[in-house]
């Protein structure tokens, strides 16, 4: 069984930055699709950004040029370096990994961590 451990998550003011790392264990996930999503208080969840086996990415158009997502396959981690936050960015985020589908689709992800929240403060 594979499982998704996010850390990272913290308060920091707007225009300051955070590093979200997520672990996988249980199998490597090396050839597997990797992705961070989102839910703000009263949202649905969103998603902010993926990785692909062959390091193509994808981002939600909010969070381009600031935010970068990357993978360390010896490591079985995925990472988010967020910066420039804003308010807005303020959310519960998730690690999701695997399953087959569009890369934004939250119902694509076969595994799914338990968060970690991020608040900036204005």
């Known amino acids: 069984q594979v499982q998704l451990v996010e850390s990272g998550g913290g308060l920091v003011q707007a225009g300051g930055s955070l590093r979200l790392s997520c672990a996988a264990s249980?199998?490597?996930?090396?050839?597997?699709?990797m992705g961070w999503f989102r839910q703000g208080p009263g949202k649905e969840r969103e998603f902010v950004a993926a990785?692909?086996?062959?390091?193509?990415?994808s981002y939600e158009d909010s969070v381009k040029g600031r935010f970068t997502i990357s993978r360390d396959n010896a490591k079985n981690t995925v990472y988010l370096q967020m910066n420039s936050l804003k308010p807005e960015d303020t959310a519960n985020y998730y690690c999701?990994?695997?399953?087959?589908?569009?890369?934004?689709?939250?119902?694509?992800?076969?595994?799914w961590g338990q968060g970690t929240q991020v608040t900036v403060s204005s």
């Open positions: 249980g199998r490597t996930l090396r050839n597997e699709p």
């Open positions: 999701a990994a695997g399953g087959y589908g569009p890369l934004a689709n939250p119902s694509k992800y076969s595994y």
């Open positions: 990785i692909m086996w062959s390091a193509y990415t």
